[in-house]
């Protein structure tokens, strides 16, 4: 069995980074702690396709993502009608804003709209702002 360690910290302020909130979607669920521990674990999230027929593909396997909800993220109507990566950022998006402490009131939506806007790709600039400026 590998061996985990911790990597080394880095001490030039100029690489530093500032982590306020965490949240994530995964193989794993929606929790950072148990997606940390499934990975110190070496636990893998890879499984057989069932999405769809992957027969037809040469690769059979991929890490997919089971029983996520968008309740209490997204309302209803959007939560059907969204494509699920947009479902996936909006609510890894939302957890992280929650575990920083800037959920609800405390958010200001044009300073935060920009830094959850760099974080997604494959989306136009002026539907993807439109939309978190709804869900924010």
Known sequence: ???????KRETDPK???VITGMGLVSVFGN???IFYEKLLEGTSGISLIDRFDASKF???FAGQIRGFSGEGYIDGKN???LDDSLRYALVSGKRALENAGLGGDNLNKVRSCANIF????????????????DFA
């Open 15 to 17: 690489k530093r980074v």
């Open 79 to 81: 939560d059907r009608r």
């Open 1 to 7: 069995m590998a061996t985990v360690s911790t990597p």
């Open 58 to 60: 040469p690769t059979k």
């Open 31 to 33: 929790d950072v702690d």
């Open 118 to 133: 760099s974080r997604c790709a494959g989306y136009s600039t002026s539907s993807l702002q439109n939309i978190l400026l």
